[in-house]
Nanobody, 119 residues
Framework: QVQLVESGGGLVQTGGSLRLSCASS????????MGWFRQPPGKERELVTR???????YYADSVKGRFTLSRDNAKNTVYLQMNSLKPVDTAVYYC?????????????WGQGTQVTVSS
């Protein structure tokens, strides 16, 4: 099992910045593929960014150049630095951890943290 605890959400004005943190426990952090999803009001959850343990990182087009995922393996923590925030970035943000064992994929979620961008 993997436990994920998020922090860092809040209210920010358009153009501002926030950094989300997600602390992981329960499994070797370096073996996990880590990512961030978000769920805007009234919409489905969507992938924002994912980092695979081999070093590749994906970003959704809507956040490229503004958001940065980083991971600190010594602290078992993944971060999402969000700059130049826009009202459309308003959502509940969820940390996600994934690992594969054989043909099975195991996914774990944080509790979610609210990010609100005011215009």
């Amino acid at each position: 099992q993997v436990q994920l605890v998020e922090s860092g959400g809040g209210l920010v004005q358009t153009g501002g910045s926030l950094r989300l943190s997600c602390a992981s426990s329960g499994r070797s952090f370096s073996s996990l593929n880590m990512g961030w999803f978000r769920q805007p009001p009234g919409k489905e959850r969507e992938l924002v960014t994912r980092s695979w343990s081999g070093g590749v990182t994906y970003y959704a087009d809507s956040v490229k150049g503004r958001f940065t995922l980083s991971r600190d393996n010594a602290k078992n923590t993944v971060y999402l630095q969000m700059n130049s925030l826009k009202p459309v970035d308003t959502a509940v943000y969820y940390c996600n951890a994934e690992y594969r064992f054989g043909s099975s994929v195991f996914q774990f979620w944080g509790q979610g943290t609210q990010v609100t961008v005011s215009s």
